[in-house]
């Protein structure tokens, strides 16, 4: 990785042991729908507290989006924030770099910004907007997890409108890093940005597999490739059972992939 690139900071991680007792405590029975926990140097307000617990461990112990560096100019978009964990996490592993996150579901989204100005980065332009291949005025699933989606109606939870905005607005100079946990919509957004996405360097999308869906991995793969990406997909953990052999497929078939892309020889 070039020298061009900004580093991790150094010791920016959180103690093992204190991710495991937190989790243990959210998954406990008994445990309050929502409130306040602390979490290495964050003061963190939750809901869902399995889903919560889930997404702490995937970020801080499994780490899956940290990244070696940052291309110049040091942008990140996080799509599908949620309540802000992954926000806060490059904050922290990149001081100086410039972060747009974006969470469509209007009562997640005070939460999101309530965490971020809490610890000290309100400095993240937080869009309370979904991203979709179009714009407009579009259905939302809101589920007050980290599930809320545009395109998946199968979880529970109430049907809401919500902004949509296309990502092409956003990425009009290079982008170091572009995040995608959009629950079923990643590749109309993908397929939107269309040469737009040579403008980004590095890029992790969570890809949903879901038996309503159309499947798009193929799509999404093939437009990296084109832009001149190197890429590799992820099961995440054993917990993604669907994707751990003996490999089975039914007709409710649902699972999740992790991609990971960088353009080798590129903006680096």
């Known amino acids: 990785m070039s020298d061009r690139y900004l580093r991790p900071a150094a010791g920016a991680v ?6 495991t007792e937190l989790c243990a405590r959210l998954r406990a029975p008994g445990c309050p729908p929502q409130g306040t926990v602390r979490l290495g140097p964050w003061e963190l ?3 869902h507290p399995r889903a919560f617990a889930s997404t702490v461990e995937l970020l801080f ?3 899956i989006y940290d990244v070696d560096g940052l291309a110049p100019p040091g942008v990140i978009i996080d799509g599908g924030s949620w309540l802000g964990l992954s926000a806060l996490h490059w904050r922290r592993l990149f001081p100086g770099a410039r972060i747009l996150a974006f969470e469509p579901d209007p009562e997640l989204f005070e939460v999101l910004t309530g965490n971020l100005e809490r610890n000290g980065a309100a400095d993240v332009r937080a869009h309370n907007i979904a991203l979709a291949g179009q714009k407009g005025e579009l ?3 809101a589920t007050g997890t980290d599930a809320g989606s545009l395109r998946v109606r199968s979880a529970p939870g109430r049907i809401t409108t919500v902004p949509a905005e296309t990502l092409s607005g956003y990425v009009s100079e290079p982008v170091s890093l572009l995040k995608l946990n959009i629950e079923g919509s ?3 957004v993908v397929d939107e940005l269309g040469d737009r996405l040579a403008q980004v360097d590095q890029v992790l999308i969570e890809y949903h597999g879901f038996n309503e869906l159309p499947q798009t991995l193929h799509r999404i793969l093939g437009r990296l490739d084109e832009h001149g990406f190197t890429y ?3 099961h995440f953990n054993e917990r993604n059972r669907a994707c751990v052999p003996p490999l089975r497929l039914t007709a409710g078939f649902r699972y999740f992939l992790l991609i990971y892309a960088r353009r080798l020889g590129g903006t680096g």
Do not use: K
């Open 14 to 19: 959180v103690d093992p042991e204190e991710i």
């Open 61 to 63: 112990r499994d780490r």
């Open 45 to 47: 307000e939750y809901r």
């Open 139 to 141: 259905e939302f699933l």
């Open 232 to 234: 590799i997909v992820s």
């Open 186 to 188: 990643e590749w109309e």
